[in-house]
């Protein structure tokens, strides 16, 4: 994609004018219409300015300045690059620090980088191969062999995890696929969307938090997500307290 065209999209998908983004990048919006139109040339220190400004994740900013011929500003390093050991090391520090909640760790794709021993409780009974680091948890989350089956309220719980798919459609439509046509519950949904759950140690009444490295400028950091499920009762909290599950 040529980067005039490249940035019109992502500042209409940002719904943001002409003048709007202009001012926020430090510009006219003489220049920038003249830049969209392709009658000037973004230097790279515009182009990262403009992708700055349209709050694009490291990865867009990366496509954005390739589009307009320089090369990327952001690394994307494998999570086993030396340089990235302390990241791991906080990683596994946050996991055993939520103990005994359930808390793991997955890249963009979903595919599930770790985990901390409680989320056993969230995965038991799913097929072999559908667990571990590597696999993709929302597929373990919606696959018939999956959780899915113990999962009470279905509906309501896949229609967030496939809200969270957009920038993967391939996936999203094959998980969408294994949902059924259910109707979501009547009435309020409450605070957030709970995760009720049936489990070997009783039923579970979870919500989730996602954890995100917030200053991050590799790409491979900067799309990690920690998720942790949390109890929304003393009954989900009892039973993640009691013994076997610390």
């Given amino acids: 994609m040529d980067f005039p065209r490249a940035l019109r999209e992502r500042r209409t998908r940002s719904h943001l004018s002409q003048l709007d983004l202009a001012l926020r990048a430090g510009t006219t919006q003489r220049h920038l219409s003249f830049i969209e139109s392709g009658r000037s040339v973004a230097g790279r220190n515009m182009v990262i300015r403009l992708a700055e400004s349209l709050e694009l994740p490291l990865r867009d900013r990366n496509e954005l300045l390739v589009s307009a011929g320089y090369a990327p500003a952001y690394a994307e390093s494998p999570l086993d690059d030396p ?6 090391t906080a990683i596994d520090h946050i996991l055993r620090g939520y103990q005994p909640y359930p808390a793991l ?3 963009r794709q979903g595919d599930l980088i770790a985990a901390n021993d409680a989320f056993g409780l969230i995965a ?3 097929a072999a191969e559908l667990v571990g680091p590597g696999r993709n948890v ?6 018939p062999d999956g959780v899915a089956p113990r999962i009470r309220n279905l509906a309501e719980w896949a229609r967030h995890i496939l809200a969270r798919l957009g920038h993967l459609p391939e996936l999203r439509d094959e998980l969408a696929g294994y949902v059924p046509d259910l109707e979501p519950s009547a009435g309020q949904l409450g605070f957030a969307v709970p995760l009720d759950l049936l ?4 039923e579970l009444h979870l919500m989730t938090t996602i954890t995100t490295f917030a200053t991050a400028v590799d790409v491979t950091l900067a799309e990690l997500k920690l ?7 003393p009954a989900t909290a009892a039973i993640l307290h009691a013994p076997g599950n610390m």
Avoid: M
């Avoid at 340089?83 to 791991?88: E, G, I, N, S």
């Avoid at 998720?227 to 009762?233: G, H, Q, R």
């Fill in 83 to 88: 340089t990235l050991a302390p990241v791991r």
């Fill in 105 to 107: 760790v997955v890249d």
């Fill in 124 to 126: 038991e009974g799913a």
């Fill in 138 to 143: 929302y597929r373990l989350a919606l696959h």
């Fill in 199 to 202: 489990s070997s140690r009783g």
């Fill in 227 to 233: 998720e942790a499920f949390l109890p929304v009762d």
